[in-house]
């Protein structure tokens, strides 16, 4: 499909009728709004983004040709260093001709380039067809990661002493110390937590050993963890997840989501002890790096 056939512009708020009834079609690539949110409410950012603020941190495209019609959003970073794909729709069917996805992608990506953003993410199930488009689109796969999930439980005991606190922008330095400790060398570049989640640490010797991210939304409660498993013993992540979801009040009242990537595999055994069940379809953490133009 040659450019010429294809019209790519940022939605407005004429498209909103046609947005939200793609959603029922999309595929979100970002875990946390996948799991978590209503993919619906995904189409009220235009209201802050594109129309009211042109320079927000939410970007949605319509990409359009004779035959077809396609919508994509991303996510800057707060410091746009990096950008997240937050949905594509429709998703992909196998027998389709994917060049207009192919268009919005390389759209999006210079988009991004020009707010600065030096990669574009995304998390993908392995199974979709779409997995294929993003790697012929230049994505690469860097892990992989399981969502586990624990249904709406009571919390059964008084959790124990352990010492967990919200954390302070004082505190992220530390934090930053304990993901180069644990990260590998390949995800340390790759943004780690959504710039709205609620943050929580464990220190063990005055060294943050546990770094904890929470999201919410009206599904359910998505957390991203950081431990050093050097320090933090399997009984100890038992403890300290238990002490978590006390502080969290809905997480009696809503499914609770963990997220566990490759490297992370570790700490299976304590999800499984506390009543978490891995789900069955395992995603992939894709990225595409931008070449940004030296503006001097």
């Not at 055994?269 to 790096?289: C, E, K, N, S």
Request: with cysteine.
């Amino acid at each position: 499909m040659s450019n010429r056939d294809t019209d790519i512009r940022p939605a407005t708020l004429v498209d909103l009728p046609m947005l939200y009834r793609s959603m029922d079609k999309a595929i979100l690539l970002d875990s946390i709004a996948d799991c978590v949110r209503d993919r619906h409410d995904l189409m009220g950012v235009l209201l802050s983004s594109n129309v009211l603020r042109p320079f927000g941190g939410i970007h949605t495209f319509v990409a359009r040709s004779d035959r077809q019609q396609v919508v994509g959003q991303f996510r800057m970073k707060s410091d746009n260093s990096s950008a997240h794909v937050v949905f594509l729709a429709p998703t992909l069917e196998g027998d389709t001709e994917e060049g207009l996805w192919l268009s919005l992608l390389d759209a999006m990506v210079q988009e991004a380039g020009r707010q600065e953003a030096h990669m574009l993410v995304g998390e993908i199930y392995e199974q979709s067809p779409l997995f294929e488009t993003l790697r012929r689109s230049g994505f690469s796969v860097y892990t992989r990661q399981q969502v586990w999930q624990r249904p709406p439980l009571p919390l059964s005991h008084t959790p124990s002493e352990m010492a967990l606190h919200e954390a302070t922008d004082a505190d992220m330095l530390s934090v930053h110390a304990l993901l180069g400790r644990t990260l590998p060398s390949l995800m340390q570049s790759i943004p780690c937590t959504p710039d709205d989640a609620q943050r929580w640490i464990y220190k063990k010797d005055n060294r943050v050993e546990a770094y904890f991210a929470v999201s919410g939304g009206k599904y359910g409660v998505y957390i991203v963890p950081f431990i050093n498993p050097e320090v933090v013993t399997s009984d100890e992540v038992l403890l300290l997840l238990e002490t978590l979801l006390y502080r969290l009040p809905k997480s009696e009242r809503q499914t609770v989501f963990i997220r566990v990537r490759r490297y992370q595999e570790w700490m299976d055994y304590a999800l499984a002890r506390m009543g978490f069940m891995p789900t069955d379809i395992t995603q992939a953490v894709m990225v595409r790096h931008i070449t940004i133009r030296n503006k001097q």
